[in-house]
């Protein structure tokens, strides 16, 4: 069997275990699309006073970043390779960190009567999700690590205990 023909084997492998074990969400995913939820509600209610005080482009990024991690998760999750499915988790992984960066900017200008509200959501965002995605995502790293013969582990993210 020539390389040629061995990778495709592999493409075909690896198209058929992703066709089958990527169709069942993933383990945060119920979280996250509360969290969404939760930020996308909140920011429905402060957005008339940003017009008024100059901070509307903060919440604009962070309706975009919040709704971009849940739309790179589901996309990779829709991908036919396992790389293509690290590759939009480590996306929307990105993207959760520019939404923890919005919040932060947002508590400096959101008023006072919302400011615990938004700490809240901070705290939500970067102290519960992110250690329960970084774990999945690990998880599938070792996996893809093994399945795939991949010679470094240099995207491995350490989880803080």
């Not at 089958?20 to 699309?33: A, H, I, K, N, V």
């Not at 959501?121 to 774990?135: C, G, R, T, V, Y």
Request: charged content about 25%; aromatic content about 14%.
């Amino acid at each position: 069997m020539t390389k040629q023909q061995e990778q495709k084997c592999r493409d075909a492998k690896q198209r058929l275990l992703l066709s089958t074990r990527f169709r069942e969400p993933f383990e945060f995913e119920d979280e996250l699309g509360s969290l969404t939820y939760y930020t996308l509600y909140f920011l429905m209610k402060i957005m008339p006073l940003s017009k008024l005080f100059g901070y509307y482009g903060i919440c604009d990024q962070l309706v975009r970043s919040v709704t971009s991690i849940g739309a790179n998760v589901a996309e990779g999750r829709g991908r036919a390779t396992f790389p293509s499915v690290i590759n939009f988790l480590g996306i929307a992984r990105g993207s959760l960190f520019e939404s923890i960066k919005h919040i932060e900017y947002l508590y400096v200008f959101c008023p006072d009567d919302h400011k615990e509200e938004l700490f809240n959501l901070h705290d939500a965002w970067k102290n519960k999700f992110i250690p329960s995605f970084e774990k999945q995502y690990n998880v599938l790293l070792e996996e893809y690590i093994q399945e795939f013969s991949v010679d470094t582990q240099e995207f491995v993210i350490e989880v803080p205990q």
